[in-house]
């Protein structure tokens, strides 16, 4: 009989202690794996600036630019996935996707690309989709800028 009493102590005892570590509170809403927050977008729209092929199109080598459109690219997929529900993201998400989608069909990346004043028209808007994107994230509601 004691060790009976005994094993239901050792069970309810941590049952008890379980039981107090819960609140009315709820758990903190945590971003799912993979989800992006407008202000992390913000952030990464910001750091995309600073590369030279946003700052100075005109004064680059366009094939040198494929890394940065490369990064364009995954950007403006988390773009489009946050389009899904702030809705003022797609047409920018739309204009940066014709862009690299430009400078990838004229063959900017490449050294021999056929028409300077072609690669410079994307650049130019890329340049403007980015801009776009980042002022239209200051606007949102939850984005701190």
Avoid: H
Avoid at 87 to 94: H, S, Y
Wanted: proline share 8%.
């Amino acid at each position: 009989m004691r060790i009976r009493r005994f094993s239901l102590a050792l069970i309810a005892v941590p049952l008890l202690a379980m039981a107090g570590c819960g609140g009315d509170d709820p758990a903190p809403t945590q971003p799912k794996p993979g989800e992006v927050s407008p202000e992390a977008l913000l952030t990464k729209a910001t750091a995309l600036t600073a590369d030279p092929c946003f700052t100075a199109p005109e004064k680059q080598r366009f094939w040198l630019c494929e890394k940065y459109v490369t990064q364009l690219g995954s950007f403006t997929g988390t773009v489009n996935k946050l389009a899904e529900t702030f809705v003022a993201l797609r047409e920018p998400g739309q204009q940066l996707r014709a862009g690299i989608d430009g400078y990838r069909g004229a063959g900017c990346e490449a050294e021999s690309a056929p028409d300077a004043a072609i690669c410079l028209r994307q650049l130019d808007q890329l340049k403007a989709g980015l801009d776009t994107v980042r002022t239209r994230l200051r606007e949102a509601p939850t984005a701190t800028g």
